[in-house]
């Protein structure tokens, strides 16, 4: 190929892909920059408020597993820390005596996260508080003090609204569950596990 022929095709290159690069400096919807990642960071709110619903149990066969639903305010620290307030409530059926048992917990503490929001498809966390916890029904406990402790994940759906989910331990003390036809010496308590999806907003 003559020099003639390779300047020519080289024009005849940049002639046809001028107006492409300039569209493509010009959209603003397509792909980002070089300099910049083609995954942007997820929003993350400071503020989030989130329903759920779930099961909830008792160790110790104290009752059988019962609905469970919960509420949550959380607010962000940083990238990794949150602090939480929760309400949780239930209704289990005793084992022993077949009444109903109705919890209703109180309880705030802490949330770190695993990884952050924008390495992985969930991101996933542990929690850890302290709280109250009160058991309605006849032989039930009207105080108890609960350290849940638990692990979980979520992600934003979108830049507003939060989905995940948990599985939290709650062991119970000053606690004393037991009725009149308890063993001697057994004094049933009021340790709980609840598993619970949650949705909420963001912001």
């Known amino acids: 190929m003559t020099t003639g022929r390779i300047v020519a095709a080289l024009l005849a290159a940049v002639a046809l892909g001028a107006p492409t690069l300039a569209h493509a400096q010009n959209n ?3 792909m980002p920059p070089a ?13 989030s408020v989130e329903g759920g619903a779930g099961i909830v149990g008792f160790l110790g066969g104290v009752g059988s597993l019962g609905p469970g639903w919960n509420v949550r305010v959380s607010g962000a620290l940083n990238d990794r820390w949150s602090i939480e307030g929760n309400y949780l409530g239930s209704a289990n ?3 022993d005596t077949r009444d109903t048992i109705v919890m209703t917990s109180l309880d705030a503490g802490f949330r770190y ?8 498809p969930l ?3 542990v929690n850890a508080g302290v709280g109250y916890a009160g058991f309605a029904g006849n ?6 003090l609960v350290v849940p402790v638990g692990v ?3 992600r934003m759906l979108t830049d507003n609204i939060k989905v995940g989910a948990r599985f939290n331990y709650r062991p119970a003390f000053f606690d004393n569950m037991g009725s009149p036809i308890t063993p001697v010496g057994d004094e049933p308590g009021a ?6 999806g949650q949705i909420g907003g963001g912001f």
């Open 35 to 47: 300099d910049q990642p083609v995954l942007n960071r997820l929003p993350q709110p400071v503020i």
């Open 28 to 30: 603003q919807g397509g």
């Open 191 to 196: 340790d709980t596990w609840t598993l619970l």
């Open 113 to 120: 996260n695993l990884a952050a929001a924008n390495r992985l």
């Open 139 to 144: 032989y039930g406990d009207a105080f108890t």
């Open 123 to 125: 991101q996933p966390f």
């Open 152 to 154: 979980g994940a979520d």
């Open 93 to 95: 059926t005793r084992a």
